[in-house]
């Protein structure tokens, strides 16, 4: 008759413990230090331009307003417009450029593939160097069109070389006998590489797509480039950027003189505008990020 015995628990000694007690009481006050300069920015928001001026930046809003937030969404349908446009260039440019960047960095890592280390090169070529501002202008104003169009926003943004340097070295730890039992079973390259590989860059897509989702909700430069005054309806940040940019011009021209110091909510208007923008991309965050640390580490480490 077996008898079964139960493994005993091994006790972790006094220095162990010490040393996992130090550690979560350092991560802790790191975790409070992260979270406090968010904290000063909802409580300056929200605190008046006077008491600001004489008093700085405060956790507790002091002389409790909403004028920041209301010069922002004084224009409300502006500002909802701007939100759909941030969120449909978001979601498309994300969902496209995560494809493509897929593909790429798998294509890449074929054995099969002809010249793949010449185009792998080619492509980091281009993080190192560029032809400028002025060629890149004229380029998609003269030659490609898109003058206030939103793709001119949309397109230089859904791929980068980083990312397709990343997303290859990620690939790498898919094993290439996928590939080949794939190709066994009669399966085509594009259905091997849907049903087969992308299943398996869980990790990597949610990593990729957040840099991505991020580089389109941040999205500034393109538009103050390529979008003009047509445009009725402009990118989140760009809208908030102008807008902080009217209330300083309003403050330091003539007409100012004639209305109050406290009229002009210029810093505090700075502190609503992080809100309105940054609050929310950060509840994305946490729904990519179990898959956020393995695909940044597995993407860093290959190759």
Known sequence: MKTTTTP?????????????????????????????????IIGTSFSTEAVVRQTGFTLFPKGATLEAYRTIFAHGSTIGGS???????TVIGTTAGLFIIAMTGYALQRRDFPFRNAISFFIYFTSLFSAGLAPYYLLMTQTYHLKDSYLAVLLPLMMSPWLIILMKNFVKSVPHEITESGKIDGAGDFRIFAELILPMLKPALATIGL?????????????????????????????????VNRVAFLKNSIASSYVTFEDFPQETLKMATAVVSTGPI??????????????????????
Do not use: H, M
């Open 8 to 40: 005993k628990k091994v006790r972790a000694s006094a220095s162990d413990l010490f040393i996992r007690r130090l550690a979560y009481i350092l991560v802790s006050i790191y975790a409070v230090l992260c979270v406090v300069p968010f904290l000063l």
């Open 83 to 89: 939100y759909v446009v941030t969120i449909l260039l």
């Open 211 to 243: 840099f991505l989702a991020l580089g389109y909700w941040n999205e500034w430069y393109q538009s103050s480039l390529f979008l003009s005054s047509r445009v009725t309806y402009k990118p989140l940040q760009y809208n908030l950027y102008e807008a």
């Open 282 to 303: 950060i509840l994305l965050y946490p729904f990519v990020q179990k898959y956020f640390i393995s695909g940044i580490t597995v993407g860093a480490v290959k190759g």
